[in-house]
């Protein structure tokens, strides 16, 4: 009997690869300003930020923002004092000059003797560089408007917060992002206050960043420590804070070094830009605050491809792809955690994405590219191709319709910090996103369990959510076991005349502590240009449990799920339809039990699991299963992949 579900949304909305990207869809090239785009964005945030602002005379929290969802008074969150003094310059409009004066009073009682500030409402004293930079850029357009005991105030803020940073920041004291912030923040303090110490300080945090790139281009150093030295690679926040600081501070000190630096990183992996404006953190050591725009306590990168966007034009095209995606996640000028936010999680709405990006936006008002541009295609949208990072075991392909990227990612936090928070990426061979042509994520990823590692801005939830990243799992006596524990899966790739790309990863299925549980696996995708075939091949060596394949399914605005038979299934999206079969091998393909919990904060996102049981074999120790995943247009009958 035919089975149908109703999905309901809240209708929110390498070298010769590089060179490709310049003639793909010229016709559609459009003449843009960045520095408007950007400031249009600024705008609408800085208003929402405006209406959070305490304002009440004799409120000792006078100046404060409010956070809708926490409670607390992020003190992180007065790094709007530079969205407002921008917004200031801008428009002439006093309303948020005085905002801005107001919040950097109330960020100056909030500094601790030794000239920190505390990231309320945890103990953390590193975003003092995040504080430290808005105060410096904020200052010289406020000062007009001070008094002279204000002047002596904000600058003798300035320079105890620069003193601190002298004296703690290091990769020894916090994650790697905060050396290049540091390094931007104390470079310009610099002009500001006179001080040799500041300007050798922040040489010597951007040549440590530098020092920790790896030959993919990516700052390892966003994790957990080993002997006091941090590893773990972040796209995000590299992406959306530490490159962008490394350029800041080049340009401020003219390092040609640290600049060139971050120039070969941005291009090498600028095709993780997906063709949307998504930035693909899925996989790394913090993607437990991916929102699929970027991280929500990171900044963003429209100021980074602003720095170079004079040199390449793609920049352009990245950081407007990026923000254009950004404000389908908007309400009111607030910014959600995710594409769904709004319908599955917006009583958890907290400020810091909004402040963080709104910070961003402003520096690339100021500081970034202010002409005109035309936006050549993305590295992402011209198809036909497959990239492999041997540093950390992950591939991108992209085919005419499908973009997919694949994870072995096999970084290990063997200390547990914060209950294991390093070490729920995905990976394992699972594909952490399946992005389809003209309509979107069809699949995407999560922690594997949700761990609250930073609980002063990670909701509560209040029921058990789900992973939602596509596995392959069993459970028995001795406990749970998945793919997306085998953290050394061995990855292969390639390419042929018929398959535009071929990914293929094989490990182990293990539990959280990466003890293998008996059962073997290799998991293949095929990347067509109009499918995806996978399969997953099962070696029952010395246990014989019932495995579980998951595929869950993004729920988008009126999709329709049909099970037209036990091997087959329909998907009717918005604008393409889908078509899910099981090729080969003794299964059928169900509904995954409690699927209302396929919801998750980070992203906040929700998805509608596919589910095959396999048994064990009767007779020797391999089960291999094959199935497709099929875009079908209007005009097209068959399924073939090609």
Same mark, same amino acid.
């Given at each position: 009997?035919?089975?149908?579900?109703?999905?309901?949304?809240?209708?929110?909305?390498?070298?010769?690869?590089?060179?490709?990207?310049?003639?793909?869809?010229?016709?559609?090239?459009?003449?843009?300003?960045?520095?408007?785009?950007?400031?249009?964005?600024?705008?609408?945030?800085?208003?929402?930020?405006?209406?959070?602002?305490?304002?009440?005379?004799?409120?000792?929290?006078?100046?404060?923002?409010?956070?809708?969802?926490?409670?607390?008074?992020?003190?992180?969150?007065?790094?709007?004092?530079?969205?407002?003094?921008?917004?200031?310059?801008?428009?002439?409009?006093?309303?948020?000059?005085?905002?801005?004066?107001?919040?950097?009073?109330?960020?100056?009682?909030?500094?601790?003797?030794?000239?920190?500030?505390?990231?309320?409402?945890?103990?953390?004293?590193?975003?003092?560089?995040?504080?430290?930079?808005?105060?410096?850029?904020?200052?010289?357009?406020?000062?007009?408007?001070?008094?002279?005991?204000?002047?002596?105030?904000?600058?003798?803020?300035?320079?105890?917060?620069?003193?601190?940073?002298?004296?703690?920041?290091?990769?020894?004291?916090?994650?790697?992002?905060?050396?290049?912030?540091?390094?931007?923040?104390?470079?310009?303090?610099?002009?500001?206050?006179?001080?040799?110490?500041?300007?050798?300080?922040?040489?010597?945090?951007?040549?440590?960043?530098?020092?920790?790139?790896?030959?993919?281009?990516?700052?390892?150093?966003?994790? #957990? +420590?080993?002997?006091?030295?941090?590893?773990? /690679?972040? *796209? $995000? %926040?590299?992406?959306?804070?530490?490159?962008?600081? =490394?350029?800041?501070?080049?340009?401020?000190?003219?390092?040609?070094?640290?600049?060139?630096?971050?120039?070969?990183?941005?291009?090498?992996?600028?095709?993780?830009?997906?063709?949307?404006?998504?930035?693909?953190?899925?996989?790394?050591?913090?993607?437990?605050?991916?929102?699929?725009?970027?991280?929500?306590?990171?900044?963003?990168?429209?100021?980074?491809?602003?720095?170079?966007?004079?040199?390449?034009?793609?920049?352009?095209?990245?950081?407007?792809?990026?923000?254009?995606?950004?404000?389908?996640?908007?309400?009111?000028?607030?910014?959600?955690?995710?594409?769904?936010?709004?319908?599955?999680?917006?009583?958890?709405?907290?400020?810091?994405?909004?402040? #963080? +990006?709104?910070?961003?936006?402003?520096?690339? /008002?100021? *500081? $970034? %590219?202010?002409?005109?541009?035309?936006?050549?295609? =993305?590295?992402?949208?011209?198809?036909?191709?497959?990239?492999?990072?041997?540093?950390?075991?992950?591939?991108?392909?992209?085919?005419?319709?499908?973009?997919?990227?694949?994870?072995?990612?096999?970084?290990?936090?063997?200390?547990?910090?914060?209950?294991?928070?390093?070490?729920?990426?995905?990976?394992?061979?699972?594909?952490?996103?399946?992005?389809?042509?003209?309509?979107?994520?069809?699949?995407?990823?999560?922690?594997?369990?949700?761990?609250?590692?930073?609980?002063?801005?990670?909701?509560?939830?209040?029921?058990?959510?789900?992973?939602?990243?596509?596995?392959?799992?069993?459970?028995?006596?001795?406990?749970?076991?998945?793919?997306?524990?085998?953290?050394?899966?061995?990855?292969?790739?390639?390419?042929?005349?018929?398959?535009?790309?071929?990914?293929?990863?094989?490990?182990?299925?293990?539990?959280?502590?990466?003890?293998?549980?008996?059962?073997?696996?290799?998991?293949?995708?095929?990347?067509?240009?109009?499918?995806?075939?996978?399969?997953?091949?099962?070696?029952?060596?010395?246990?014989?449990?019932?495995?579980?394949?998951?595929?869950?399914?993004?729920?988008?605005?009126?999709?329709?799920?049909?099970?037209?038979?036990?091997?087959?299934?329909?998907?009717?999206?918005?604008?393409?339809?889908?078509?899910?079969?099981?090729?080969?091998?003794?299964?059928?393909?169900?509904?995954?039990?409690?699927?209302?919990?396929?919801?998750?904060?980070?992203?906040?996102?929700?998805?509608?699991?596919?589910?095959?049981?396999?048994?064990?074999?009767?007779?020797?120790?391999?089960?291999?299963?094959?199935?497709?995943?099929?875009?079908?247009?209007?005009?097209?009958?068959?399924?073939?992949?090609?």
């Amino acid at each position: 009997m035919k089975r149908v579900t109703k999905i309901v949304r809240d209708g929110l909305v390498a070298g010769a690869l590089l060179l490709a990207s310049f003639s793909v869809s010229s016709a559609r090239q459009e003449q843009v300003s960045l520095h408007d785009e950007c400031y249009e964005s600024l705008s609408v945030l800085s208003k929402a930020l405006l209406d959070l602002q305490r304002t009440e005379k004799g409120d000792k929290e006078f100046g404060a923002l409010n956070c809708p969802a926490c409670g607390v008074l992020h003190t992180r969150a007065a790094e709007a004092v530079y969205p407002f003094a921008v917004m200031f310059k801008h428009t002439s409009d006093k309303k948020y000059r005085d905002a801005a004066i107001r919040v950097g009073n109330w960020l100056i009682r909030q500094q601790q003797p030794e000239g920190q500030w505390i990231e309320t409402p945890w103990a953390w004293t590193g975003t003092t560089a995040d504080q430290l930079l808005m105060m410096v850029r904020a200052f010289p357009i406020l000062s007009p408007a001070l008094s002279a005991e204000e002047v002596l105030r904000w600058k003798g803020s300035i320079k105890s917060a620069a003193d601190y940073l002298v004296r703690v920041m290091s990769p020894d004291f916090a994650s790697i992002n905060y050396c290049p912030t540091s390094a931007a923040a104390l470079a310009m303090t610099g002009a500001l206050i006179p001080d040799p110490a500041y300007r050798e300080k922040a040489r010597l945090l951007a040549h440590w960043t530098v020092a920790k790139m790896d030959e993919d281009g990516f700052i390892q150093g966003e994790a #957990a +420590r080993s002997f006091g030295v941090k590893y773990g /690679v972040d *796209l $995000g %926040y590299e992406m959306d804070m530490s490159l962008w600081g =490394l350029a800041l501070y080049a340009r401020e000190m003219r390092d040609q070094v640290v600049e060139q630096a971050v120039r070969r990183s941005l291009a090498k992996n600028l095709p993780f830009v997906y063709p949307n404006g998504a930035i693909d953190g899925s996989w790394g050591s913090r993607c437990y605050k991916w929102t699929t725009f970027g991280s929500k306590t990171a900044d963003g990168p429209q100021i980074l491809f602003s720095l170079f966007a004079q040199e390449d034009a793609r920049y352009v095209t990245a950081a407007i792809r990026n923000l254009r995606y950004l404000r389908t996640m908007m309400r009111d000028g607030l910014i959600g955690n995710g594409p769904h936010f709004w319908r599955v999680f917006s009583d958890q709405l907290c400020n810091y994405p909004t402040f #963080a +990006r709104a910070k961003n936006l402003a520096l690339a /008002v100021e *500081l $970034g %590219y202010q002409g005109v541009s035309h936006t050549p295609s =993305l590295p992402s949208e011209v198809p036909g191709w497959l990239r492999y990072y041997p540093t950390v075991n992950m591939a991108l392909a992209r085919s005419a319709n499908f973009m997919v990227t694949i994870a072995g990612y096999g970084y290990k936090d063997l200390t547990n910090t914060n209950g294991g928070q390093y070490n729920q990426h995905p990976t394992g061979g699972s594909a952490c996103n399946v992005w389809v042509k003209d309509y979107g994520f069809l699949q995407t990823s999560s922690q594997t369990t949700y761990v609250r590692g930073e609980t002063m801005h990670m909701p509560i939830v209040k029921d058990t959510v789900i992973c939602l990243t596509p596995r392959i799992e069993f459970s028995d006596t001795n406990g749970y076991f998945t793919n997306l524990y085998e953290f050394e899966g061995r990855m292969s790739t390639h390419s042929s005349p018929d398959t535009v790309a071929w990914i293929s990863t094989t490990g182990e299925l293990k539990n959280e502590r990466w003890f293998p549980g008996g059962v073997g696996y290799t998991w293949a995708h095929a990347i067509f240009d109009n499918a995806i075939e996978k399969t997953v091949t099962l070696r029952f060596h010395d246990r014989q449990p019932v495995v579980r394949i998951v595929e869950p399914i993004v729920e988008e605005e009126g999709m329709t799920i049909e099970y037209v038979s036990p091997r087959n299934v329909i998907m009717v999206g918005a604008k393409r339809k889908f078509v899910f079969e099981i090729l080969e091998g003794d299964v059928q393909v169900k509904q995954g039990e409690r699927a209302s919990r396929y919801l998750f904060p980070f992203p906040a996102m929700k998805c509608r699991p596919l589910v095959m049981e396999v048994h064990p074999p009767k007779g020797g120790f391999d089960q291999k299963i094959k199935y497709r995943l099929t875009v079908m247009d209007a005009a097209t009958k068959s399924s073939n992949p090609r």
